[in-house]
T-cell receptor, first 113, second 110 residues
Framework: DAGVTQSPTHLIKTRGQHVTLRCSPISGHKSVSWYQQVLGQGPQFIFQYYEKEERGRGNFPDRFSARQFPNYSSELNVNALLLGDSALYLC????????????FGPGTRLTVL | RKEVEQDPGPFNVPEGATVAFNCTYSNSASQSFFWYRQDCRKEPKLLMSVYSSGNEDGRFTAQLNRASQYISLLIRDSKLSDSATYLCVVNWQGAQKLVFGQGTRLTINP
């Protein structure tokens, strides 16, 4: 079975631009979570969606938004990009929601210039 | 106090050695705990889940002390392939999220 997939793998943007990152969960998983990982740190929680509803939100500004589609795939949108948004963006899925083990995709590496 | 705090590392140990990592967490209501490993520029991969006082999987043993809000990971007979960053992860009760520590980098030397 395929694992969590994410696209694109790498992305370069300039300050002020907008970006959309995509994630497809493991087949049968209804929960998707998004994390931001900057170099040298552990992943930081951004959002969790379960059954297409937002179930959790981390301490990120309103420039960050997400949604989950009927097929359980998800998009993370970031507006008005800042240099500090440069990071690895990880998507994780599980079958039961946020407090159980999650399985990560390979991530999207975003560079903001 | 950080929500989840790990040994800062890095750890450099010879092949075959036993190494232990420590982790403390601040949310006393947390119910589930995990150790993930992350190779350089790769995604985190689940190593172990810790739901009770601890569990063992081959060379890896995780222990949980709820009273002290402390989790540990022991790696015995370390292999070169164990070189990675180890992440302590705690569920944040009431917030539907997992909180990661900053990670501890381990290098096994031949």
């Amino acid at each position: 079975d395929a694992g969590v997939t994410q696209s694109p793998t790498h992305l370069i943007k300039t300050r002020g631009q907008h970006v959309t990152l995509r994630c497809s969960p493991i087949s049968g998983h209804k929960s998707v979570s998004w994390y931001q990982q900057v170099l040298g740190q552990g992943p930081q929680f951004i959002f969790q969606y379960y059954e297409k509803e937002e179930r959790g939100r981390g301490n990120f500004p309103d420039r960050f938004s997400a949604r989950q589609f009927p097929n359980y795939s998800s998009e993370l949108n970031v507006n008005a990009l800042l240099l500090g948004d440069s990071a690895l963006y990880l998507c994780a899925s599980n079958s039961r929601g946020g407090i159980y083990e999650q399985f990560f995709g390979p991530g999207t590496r975003l560079t903001v210039l | 106090r950080k929500e989840v705090e790990q040994d800062p590392g890095p750890f450099n140990v010879p092949e075959g050695a036993t190494v232990a990592f420590n982790c403390t967490y601040s949310n006393s209501a947390s119910q589930s705990f995990f150790w993930y490993r992350q190779d350089c520029r790769k995604e985190p991969k689940l190593l172990m889940s810790v739901y009770s006082s601890g569990n063992e999987d081959g060379r890896f043993t995780a222990q949980l002390n709820r009273a002290s809000q402390y989790i540990s990971l022991l790696i015995r007979d370390s292999k070169l392939s164990d070189s990675a960053t180890y992440l302590c992860v705690v569920n944040w009760q009431g917030a539907q999220k997992l909180v990661f520590g900053q990670g501890t980098r381990l290098t096994i030397n031949p």
